[in-house]
Nanobody
Framework: VQLVESGGGLVQLGGSLRLSCAAS????????MSWARQVPGKGLEWVSG???????YYADSVRGRFLISRDNAKNTVYLQMNRLKPEDTAVYYC????????????????????WGQGTQVTVSS
């Protein structure tokens, strides 16, 4: 299994970034995928998840600003981040989420079977 994130960088308050995660080594099209983030010294925070059928879920902190999507033909999951805030500064990881069937955000981000090396996002004020 390999997950490779890209697209991070430095952006000003209110700006946008698009993260990508290229996946290989597993059946991507049937896997639930998540984005999570971590600030040094703090725990991992689940950000967003997407089922194989493209149903999406978001943490309250990013709902309305971030958009998760996937391209099963390219084995890639994306995170479009808009109206960025300094508190969005973190290392962002994509992960295979072991979420079962859920119609809410409950359960997302609880168990990851694999995750990438992360990409740094820094939002300056």
């Amino acid at each position: 299994v390999q997950l490779v994130e890209s697209g991070g960088g430095l952006v000003q308050l209110g700006g946008s970034l698009r993260l990508s995660c290229a996946a290989s080594g597993f059946t991507f099209s049937s896997s639930a995928m998540s984005w999570a983030r971590q600030v040094p010294g703090k725990g991992l925070e689940w950000v967003s998840g997407i089922y194989s059928d493209e149903t999406t879920y978001y943490a309250d902190s990013v709902r309305g600003r971030f958009l998760i999507s996937r391209d099963n033909a390219k084995n890639t999951v994306y995170l479009q981040m808009n109206r960025l805030k300094p508190e969005d500064t973190a290392v962002y990881y994509c992960a295979i989420d072991q979420i079962g069937s859920s119609m809410t955000t409950i359960g997302w981000g609880q168990t990851f079977s694999s995750w990438g090396q992360g990409t740094q996002v820094t939002v300056s004020s």
